[in-house]
């Protein structure tokens, strides 16, 4: 490629890094040369190298033009973003895709105004909840055998069921309102659902003014045909709804970490382009790294011309792996031994999107489809069942939690996306070779024969075996698997992460009047066991499954509910296997006597008795 035909503010920072110029301005490293009388600064400075540093440049030089004002090479890059991307408008977002969610808030959302989210959102959106000071009207996701996260009901997007759901609200001011102002879902899930978008957009139109997709995980839809009509930025042949997608552009795409794009669609309501300018102004640093923004630049420029063969070449990677753990599994299977399975359609699979449908009695999918679905599985997210569950979310006696394979496979340079109790996620972005594939596979092998051998657990988790010798001393991988997943059936844990979505907790106050408790000094923490009855100030959400079970100002529910007698199940699991915790956001976790003990955040009692 000739250098005139670089993207153009690429080409813009790379004349002017190259020219070498004294700059007399931010940043303060003065183009690397501040760095190289410390030891330390001269090794990071050799590190990155020094054109990373020449490109580090101020807002203040001109010739660049103005990435916040949307001037000049910045305008010229985010409009062939847009184009390429299928929006009107695109803005390059340099602090990530939470940031860019925020931003449509503050350009749509006002104090008081119903918002309908999915209940399987990104903990950004409670958090633009919190500041727009917005009421939440939930989508609950559908439970999934296998403990993933499921999609929401596509009768939950009709308007009578939206309008039911107002009604219940205890929060809403306006039970009679025509319309919600913004609805937020996740497209793709986390574990690679991906809904029919025009289908979705057509049928919240009667019921939403703005829709936003966060597509953090699904930045490629535009780019190849398997995904027609199944991305937010759908050439849809009406425009109904306006419509925004946010998208993660580092992480499956090619840009730099926390680069990501924001798109929009008009619709019928018009948004003033302005009030969209101005958000991002307030959410945007004043000091943007370059090289960041010229890593968007170039990842337009890659897709414009090659998008679909990157697209294709993955989706081909990720079908042959599939393949190959799916062969592997029959020939195990016939000589009475366990391997892992694939969460997938069992006939045979091409890029047909017919063939990754959710169809109603399909047993693999470990969730109750209807007939009005309609949901793919996107092939390029592959899931690993390891032996455990049924896919009606009963337990069998033999069985291999996830988070041993996990730790095996970090030991071994290999990180998974995200481990659940009994299964492993696994992204194939572009970039990820066929030698890669073949190597996670031969260590997948590696480990069942571990396994096998009942390895000593010193060999692959020696820091947690020299930490605990008292609960590991004295046995090997295939040990503990046994000791685990006989817990694990005992909590029947599957069948419990199933129903932690059937029945949210009670709002008992508005998300941001529940945050506001820790400003105003009106929240304290208490044990897990107190936490009935209370209300919370924090999101506590718990890895697996990645689903909030409670959101902020909802009110825990009684002892003998199922969200509390899963998360006291995990401070048992904590204290039963540590080094194998589960990671939670909003618990903390306190050592006393010999013991993990969970504490929750909550909101201090009146005379009442009721929430301060």
Known sequence: MKEKEFPPFYKALKSFARKKNTLWSTPGHASGHGLKDSPAGRDFYEFFGHNLFLADVSSSVGELGSILEHQGPPAEAEKRAAEAFGADITFFVLNGTSTANKIVFFATVSPGDLVLVGRNCHKSIMHAIIMNEAVPIYLTPKACSYGLIGPVDFNQFMPASIRAKISSSKLASNKKAAKVQLTVLTNSTY?????????????????????????????????????????????????????????????????FSQGSMLHFRQGNEKLDEQGLVEANLMHASTSPFYPLFASLDVNTQIMKDSGYELLNKALHTALRFRRAVSRAHKRYHRSGEWWFQVWQPSKKLELDPADWQLKPGDRWTGMDIKPEDDYILDPLKVTLLTPG?????????????????????????????????????????????????????????????????????????PKIYEEHPEIYGNIGLADLCRKMHVQLKKYDIMRRCATLYTHLPEQAVAPHKAYYGLSDGKTEYVRLQDAPGRVSVLMILPYPPGVPVIMPGERFPAADSPIMKFLHLNETWDNLFPGFETEFHGIKKTWEDGKVVYWVCVLNKTKKGKAA
């Open 389 to 461: 569950v049924e896919p009606d979310a009963s337990m069998t006696n033999f069985g291999v939690p996830a988070c041993v394979v996990s730790k095996y496979l970090q030991a071994r340079g290999v990180v998974p996306e995200k481990t659940g109790f009994y299964n492993l996620l696994f992204l194939f972005a572009p970039g990820v070779s066929t030698e890669r594939t073949a190597e996670l596979l031969r260590i997948l092998h590696d480990f069942k024969w571990e396994y096998t051998d009942n390895a000593p657990l010193s060999k692959w988790f």
């Open 191 to 255: 574990d690679g659902l991906i809904y029919h978008a025009d289908k979705v957009k057509a049928t919240l139109a009667p019921s939403a003014r703005f829709l936003l997709f966060d597509e953090a995980w699904y930045a490629y839809g535009a780019f190849h045909p398997f995904y027609e009509h199944r991305y937010a930025m759908s050439p849809s042949s009406k425009r109904r709804l306006p419509v925004f997608a946010s998208q993660s552009t580092h992480k499956l795409l090619l840009a």
